[in-house]
C-alpha cells in the first residue's frame, strides 16, 4: 500500500537529524541563506526577480540541511527546477514548520515548499499550489506491537507527532492519553525507539524512510495509510506569484523534469497529480 519509494530513499536520515535539533528560533522571517541554484548567465532566472522561499529541512529526502550548510533533497531540486523554468530566483529561507504560515501572512516570506499537505483549514489563511506531490499519513510502533493497527486504535495511547503538522490533528483527534509534539519528526520517532511513547503518526514516506534508512531501528509501519495528501507550495493570500510558481510547476511536469528529479530520490514512476487537491 506504501510503494516504499523512501526505499526509494536511498539517503542517510543522519544529515537531517544533525540539523534538525538545530531549528530552535523563529525569529520574524529567519537569516536569509544562499540562493536555491546559481543559474547560468543568461538563462531566464538569472535576471528574474527574488523570490524568497520558507523551507523545514527536516523531512528527509525532502528537504536536508547538509554538513556544509547547502539543502538538498526533492523539494529543493524542484523549486531550483521550478524557479528556472518560470524566470524567478529562490532565495531559501530555513523555519521551523510551524513558523511557516505565520511568516507567510506577516509577509516576511514570499512562498513556501516545505512538504506541507493542502488542507481547507490552511487554505484559509494562504493559497495554495497545484499539488506537487501524492502522499498520506502512516501509524509507526515498535516492532513487536501488535496491539496498534489503525487510528482506531490509538484511544487511550501514548503518540508523539511533529508540531503544526497534519499528522497531530489526526493524533490529537484519535484521543491519546498523552500527545507529545517535537519540532521534527525524527525526533518524535527517536521518543518511540525508545520506548518513550506507543506510536508515532507522520507522513508515510518520512517515516517510511526513517526505518528503510536504519537510522532509527527496532520500528515498523502498521495498517493502511490514514489519508491519501497532497503537499502543495503555498502563498500570501493574493500573491501574483502563485500564477508564476504554477506555471513553473507545469513546465517541469510537462517536459520530464519532474518525473526525474521524483525517480532520483524516490525511484519509481511519479502517480499523477491532479489540477486541485480534494479537501
Given amino acids: 500500500m506504501f510503494r516504499v519509494t523512501r526505499s526509494r530513499f536511498l539517503r542517510q536520515l543522519t ?104 488542507t481547507a483549514e490552511r487554505a484559509k489563511t494562504v493559497d495554495f499550489s497545484k499539488p506537487y506531490f501524492k502522499a498520506g499519513l502512516a501509524i509507526a510502533v515498535q516492532e513487536d506491537n501488535t496491539d496498534i493497527t489503525s487510528l482506531a486504535t490509538l484511544k487511550g495511547k501514548r503518540i508523539a507527532v511533529q508540531i503544526g503538522t497534519t499528522g497531530a490533528d489526526q493524533a490529537k483527534a484519535a484521543g491519546p492519553s498523552d500527545l507529545r509534539t517535537f519540532d521534527n519528526a525524527p525526533l518524535a520517532l527517536q521518543e518511540l525507539a525508545n520506548g518513550n511513547v506507543d506510536a508515532v503518526v507522520n507522513d508515510a514516506p518520512v517515516t517510511l524512510y526513517a526505518i528503510k534508512s536504519g537510522n532509527i531501528t527496532g520500528l515498523k509501519v502498521v495498517g493502511e495509510l490514514l489519508t491519501e495528501d497532497y503537499y502543495g507550495m503555498a502563498t500570501p493570500k493574493g500573491s501574483p506569484n502563485l500564477e508564476k510558481i504554477n506555471a513553473g510547476l507545469a513546465t517541469v511536469i510537462s517536459n520530464g523534469k519532474y518525473a526525474e528529479i521524483y525517480t532520483k530520490w524516490f525511484g519509481g514512476t511519479p502517480p499523477t497529480l491532479p489540477d486541485k487537491a480534494p479537501i
Avoid at 21 to 47: K, L, Y
Avoid at 74 to 101: H, M, R, T, V, Y
Fill in 15 to 118: 544529515l537531517g537529524l544533525l540539523s534538525l535539533c538545530c531549528v530552535a528560533v523563529f525569529a520574524a522571517c529567519g537569516t536569509p541563506t544562499p540562493t536555491a541554484s546559481t543559474p547560468e548567465s543568461g538563462s531566464p532566472a538569472a535576471s528574474g526577480e527574488t523570490l524568497k522561499v520558507a523551507i523545514d529541512p527536516t523531512f528527509a529526502p525532502f528537504q536536508i540541511k547538509a554538513a556544509n550548510g547547502s539543502y538538498e533533497g526533492f523539494d529543493i531540486d524542484l523549486i531550483n527546477a521550478i524557479s528556472e523554468a518560470a524566470g524567478f530566483k529562490a532565495e531559501l529561507q530555513q523555519l521551523p514548520f510551524d513558523g511557516i504560515i505565520p511568516a507567510l501572512q506577516a509577509g516576511t516570506v514570499d512562498a513556501t515548499i516545505s512538504t506541507m499537505t493542502i
